[in-house]
T-cell receptor, first 114, second 113 residues
Framework: EADIYQTPRYLVIGTGKKITLECSQT?????MYWYQQDPGMELHLIHY???????EKGDLSSESTVSRIRTEHFPLTLESARPSHTSQYLC?????????????FGSGTQLSVL | QKEVEQNSGPLSVPEGAIASLNCTYS??????FFWYRQYSGKSPELIMF????GDKEDGRFTAQLNKASQYVSLLIRDSQPSDSATYLC?????????????FGKGTHLIIQP
């Protein structure tokens, strides 16, 4: 079944650690996105990709980095985690056809940095 | 700055009644419009999309679009407690939305049994 997967679902980590949040999709979508969302707040786009070897920064400044070596895989890395990085991180993908840019979201990673 | 505005609520509706959620957008050239439902602690789930002026119905859900007024709404008929969630309005802006959809802050809907 085509889907979009994120791991881990929850992560509690100490300050200064390097972390990578994984995102994979089996829908063959070209575009992939990372959003950050705090409880009760709006989604903020932090990174996106048009396809392999394409990465762009989103509206919200982020200290994270992303890579897109394979179509199905779009990991997000924090080199040195800080408490200010505590948030929910949502990965999404889409295959735009004209105006029809439906986003499909993964289940999210809830990150807590102590 | 292309914006999508929603009343954050909470909007409280009795079970069985019609819930009406509203959204306005600033980019007149926006092409497509989406409603996502997000339960607390979960990721957004697409429930409706609409491209043309007028109404679009899917089960208990009806999306309404008025491009002249730059207004899109979601009606939920026969509201159920399971409909309690935050509803996000999202817009595909003019230019094709190279960086994805623009989301509103969401309306928190509470269906009272």
């Amino acid at each position: 079944e085509a889907d979009i997967y994120q791991t881990p679902r929850y992560l509690v980590i100490g300050t200064g650690k390097k972390i990578t949040l994984e995102c994979s999709q089996t829908m063959g979508h070209d575009k992939m996105y990372w959003y950050q969302q705090d409880p009760g707040m709006e989604l903020h786009l932090i990174h996106y990709s048009y396809g392999v070897n394409s990465t762009e920064k989103g509206d919200l400044s982020s200290e994270s980095t992303v890579s897109r070596i394979r179509t199905e895989h779009f990991p997000l890395t924090l080199e040195s985690a800080r408490p200010s990085h505590t948030s929910q991180y949502l990965c999404a993908s889409s295959r735009p056809t004209g105006a029809d840019e439906k986003l499909f979201f993964g289940s999210g990673t809830q990150l807590s940095v102590l | 700055q292309k914006e999508v505005e929603q009343n954050s609520g909470p909007l409280s509706v009795p079970e069985g009644a019609i819930a009406s959620l509203n959204c306005t957008y600033s980019d007149r050239g926006s092409q497509s419009f989406f409603w996502y439902r997000q339960y607390s602690g979960k990721s957004p789930e697409l429930i409706m999309f609409i491209y043309s002026n007028g109404d679009k119905e899917d089960g208990r859900f009806t999306a309404q679009l008025n491009k002249a007024s730059q207004y899109v709404s979601l009606l939920i008929r026969d509201s159920q407690p399971s409909d309690s969630a935050t509803y996000l309005c999202a817009v595909n802006p003019s230019g094709g939305g190279a960086d994805g959809l623009t989301f509103g802050k969401g309306t928190h809907l509470i269906i009272q049994p």
